[in-house]
């Protein structure tokens, strides 16, 4: 255990909303002093392994038990054709989580907090609303990963389901933050299994390296179009964004660590992106030329499938890590949700309480548990359509989410020299189109089944087209505001090197705490950004119910 003593520098305790946010970091590999000085590589190093988990189980439990079942699915129709998807989700996976763990360090406050302080209650419950439905039905996809896993291994699912509900909330309810993340690296631990479960089935260099080449596997129709935006919102989920940052401020992370925070993100993204690969790799070449390859039904018939085809031991293996990733994957949904809720409510929600210290926060995570557990037993059809849809309606629904993501990393108020900097509004805003894009493309797609691939396609050049020649705009616009800025004060304040200027950076950076939130005059929001946000919103209405329309018209056919 890793223990780095405090040495007092006079610096103010950050407001938080919660007391249990403020203190040491307390993590799996010991404790930091709040103000402790680090200096040498091995001190160094001690102190990534103290502060990491925020990403590191955000990341990995992106491969839950629909991650799981999704990339496996692509491996099993379309062989690697659609790794390409993987290698584009990196960039966006770590702006868009840079964002999350930025905001949690700085505000020190969780993600739908800031909603409701910034934007008002009508988006707070908005938000906070789609949270809820999403990672509901998502925890249930978690509990039939369970079912279905141990249902291979020979344990039926009476006694799979309500086992595993009663682990999960033995594993949070500990009053113990150490305790709850030591055993989520144990967990995680786990996954190593994914590698040598790829090597067994023997895949090839070549055929996985073609698989970056981007390309829709017969076409652009709404059945691959479903299934890439399957893999975004598996790979880039909603639940992410608020699991982090509030995770970040329960382990009590501050702006004086954010540099291990991000080293911890990149550790995670590379961690899932390998899984992934691997998953798809498993039965894209344990599966090929079966009658099994290009007709996935569900995690638990891939089992079955490989054990048959390329042997026992890697059936049994992939039941294993769909068990682990179902596990995984529930608890940080959950604790993501009652985060959120304590988070909108402003009632404790830490893993530091104890369960008669923190009842709501524990008792929102048991009857999630609960509802999600109870509902898994429904109709294996049912379950079907319920494992289909959920990744898809996260991809939908991810272009609102990262909106209000970027539009608090603009908010000066709150972040102050941390907000986002052109070049970094430039790349997320880029990444919001895409997703915006990509979800006009699924809704036409449904919407009219016979449109041609061609007319997908320059559907989406002519989208492409109107997002470079609006950001070009707005890049124009900001240099001149930024220029006429610049001329106002040039005056008074004599030019700089280039190093003083990032001195004094450092020095702003440093020095920036976040007002308290009640103090705080909420922004008035334009027109023009009403007006897109509630464009955003009836567009995400009709998606997600086209989406639910697809997903019927599968599961009947």
């Not at 150490?178 to 055993?183: F, I």
């Amino acid at each position: 255990m890793t223990s780095i003593a405090a040495t007092s520098t006079g610096a103010a305790e950050p407001t938080v909303l919660d007391s249990a946010h403020a203190g040491d970091i307390v993590g799996a590999f010991g404790r930091i002093g709040r103000d402790a000085n680090v200096s040498g590589r091995w001190r160094r190093l001690r102190t990534l392994l103290v502060i990491s988990g925020p990403g590191l189980i955000a990341m990995v439990g992106d491969n839950d038990a629909g991650g799981v079942a999704t990339y496996a699915q692509a491996g099993q129709n379309y062989g690697m054709a659609l790794l390409w998807t993987l290698a584009l989700m990196v960039p966006v996976l770590y702006v868009n989580q840079e964002m999350a763990l930025r905001l949690g360090a700085v505000t020190r406050v969780g993600h739908a907090r800031l909603i409701f302080a910034r934007f008002g209650k009508f988006w707070g419950a908005f938000s906070v609303g789609d949270l809820l439905v999403l990672n509901a039905l998502t925890i249930v996809t978690e509990f039939i990963g369970v079912s279905l896993a141990l249902g291979f291994l020979g344990c039926p699912k009476v006694v799979a389901i309500p086992a595993a509900a009663v682990l999960l909330f033995a594993v949070v309810a500990g009053g113990s933050f150490r305790r709850w993340e030591s055993l989520m690296f144990l967990l995680i631990g786990v996954n190593v299994l994914i590698i040598p479960m790829a090597l067994m089935v023997h895949p090839t260099w070549t055929a996985t390296i073609d698989g970056l080449l981007p390309r829709f596997p017969g076409g652009l129709n709404s059945t691959v179009l479903l299934l890439v935006v399957a893999i975004v919102g598996t790979t880039v989920a909603p639940w992410q964004l608020y699991f982090q940052q509030s995770n970040v401020v329960d382990k009590r992370i501050t702006t004086r660590w954010i540099s291990y925070a991000r080293a911890d993100l990149a550790l995670g993204i590379v961690v899932v992106v390998v899984g992934a690969t691997a998953l798809m790799a498993v039965t894209a070449f344990g599966l090929t030329g079966t009658t099994a390859a290009g007709n996935f039904t569900d995690a638990g018939a891939v089992a079955v499938g490989l054990a048959g085809h390329a042997g026992h031991a890697v059936g049994v293996l992939f039941a294993v890590i769909l068990l682990d990733a179902s596990l995984i994957g529930a608890n940080a949904i959950g604790l993501a949700t009652t985060y959120a809720v304590g988070d909108a409510m402003g009632k404790r929600h830490s893993l530091h309480w104890k369960i008669t210290e923190a009842p709501m926060f524990y008792g929102g995570y048991a009857l999630l548990l609960g509802v999600s557990a109870a509902i898994a037993f429904s109709p294996d059809h049912v379950l079907g359509l319920v494992t289909q849809g959920v990744q898809a309606l996260a991809g939908v629904v991810l272009p609102s989410a990262t909106v209000f993501l970027v539009l608090l990393c603009n908010d000066r108020a709150l972040l102050g020299p941390w907000a986002n900097t052109l070049r970094q509004n430039i790349v997320a805003w880029t990444i919001v189109w895409c997703l915006v894009l990509l979800s006009l493309a699924l809704t036409a797609a449904t919407f009219f089944p016979h449109m041609s691939t061609n007319t997908i396609g320059w559907g989406l050049a002519a989208g492409v087209l109107v997002g470079i020649v609006s950001g070009a705009g707005v890049i124009l616009a900001s240099r001149r505001q930024y220029g006429r800025e610049n001329a106002a004060v040039s005056v008074d304040i004599p030019t700089l090197t280039r190093t003083r200027r990032k001195a004094a950076r450092r020095e702003d950076l440093a020095s920036w705490r976040t007002p308290d939130l009640s103090t705080l005059q909420r922004p008035t929001m334009a027109l023009t950004r009403r007006a897109g946000l509630l464009t955003l919103r009836g567009y995400l209405v009709v998606a997600v119910a086209l989406v639910v329309v697809k997903i019927v018209q599968t599961g009947l056919g």
